[in-house]
């Protein structure tokens, strides 16, 4: 297919839902093959079918996979490598919030449980396709942190240490890598309206969710949320030559959301 992405492949994780579905349906206008990575394979069938009615001709693989398995990490790097004999991209985004709660309350079972998707799960993903991209001499990385990984939210202490942990592993590894043409940098993205956003407004005001999303974006400089469209961009962006001199960086994408702290 013609576009920026011609000839390349990208690996995204969380491809399900969200900021993963609309980067995998920006990506394949753009010409890009993939391997699309969820634990819910509902959500992988409604991405593929998407892309499939925008762009018929997209190659488009689907791995059911848990990105905290080692063994189902590997399964989706082998799945690249088998159909497209390269990964040219990697967005390593999938995640999850997990209960807001004071730090006195958090509970080690739920820091344990977001910690292992958003970090360890980010972790083993940089592992495995890094081999790979050091072998081929080229590539390009996108981790999901969030503004919760560059400035203190508040009631999230896994999602903070998790996001927090995902900016240095970014940093470490850029630093590692740049020398093999391979780049890696984090995106912060602020309420993005997604899923994972209208759970967490559930959480704040369960009689009223779209009361606390009004409160939520009252105090952004935007005053609105942010689209899936928007973050899919960015990511566009960055896993392209375009940002081929961009390394260990992290962008926000939150309407200036990080610039209020
Ligand atoms: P979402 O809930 O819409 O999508 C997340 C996807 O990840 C889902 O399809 C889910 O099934 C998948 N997933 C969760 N755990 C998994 C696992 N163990 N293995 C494989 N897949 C798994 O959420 P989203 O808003 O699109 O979030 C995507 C990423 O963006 C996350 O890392 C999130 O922390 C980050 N983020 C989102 C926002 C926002 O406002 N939406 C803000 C900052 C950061």
New binding site residues.
């Given amino acids: 297919m013609a576009g920026r992405f011609a000839d390349k492949s990208v690996i995204i994780?969380?491809?399900?839902?969200?900021?993963?579905?609309a980067t995998a349906q920006r990506l394949a206008s753009d010409g890009a093959g993939l391997v699309l990575?969820?634990?819910?394979a509902e959500?992988l069938d409604a991405t593929k079918k998407l892309i499939l009615d925008t762009a018929p001709e997209a190659k488009v693989e689907l791995v059911t996979?848990?990105?905290?398995k080692e063994e189902d990490v590997k399964k989706y790097v082998d799945t690249a490598v088998s159909t497209f004999g390269a990964i040219d991209g990697f967005f390593n985004?999938?995640?999850?919030?997990g209960k807001q709660n004071l730090t006195e309350d958090f509970g080690i079972e739920e820091f344990s449980k977001v910690v292992a998707?958003?970090l360890t799960?980010v972790f083993l993903g940089m592992q495995a396709v890094l081999k790979q991209m050091h072998e081929q001499g080229h590539g390009s990385i996108v981790n999901?942190?969030?503004?919760?990984g560059i400035r203190g939210v508040g009631n999230q202490s896994g999602?903070a240490a998790s996001?927090h942990g995902v900016v240095g592993l970014t940093r470490n590894s850029a630093r590692e890598y740049g020398q093999f043409g391979v780049n890696i940098n984090a995106i912060?993205?602020?309420?993005?309206?997604?899923?994972?956003?209208e759970n967490s407004l559930r959480q704040l005001d369960p009689e009223n969710p779209e009361e606390a999303g009004k409160q939520f974006v009252s105090v952004n400089p935007m005053k609105r949320f942010?689209k899936?469209e928007e973050v899919a961009g960015l990511v566009s962006f960055l896993l392209s030559e375009d940002a081929g001199f961009i390394n260990g960086t992290v962008v926000p994408v939150d309407g200036g959301q990080h610039a209020m702290y």
């Avoid at 985004?93 to 919030?97: D, R």
């Avoid at 912060?188 to 956003?197: E, K, L, R």
């Fill in positions: 994780t969380g491809a399900g839902s969200g900021l993963g579905q990575v969820d634990m819910n959500g996979a848990d990105v905290t985004n999938a995640g999850i919030e998707v958003n799960g999901t942190a969030s503004v919760g999602y996001k912060a993205p602020g309420a993005i309206m997604t899923a994972m956003v942010g899936p």
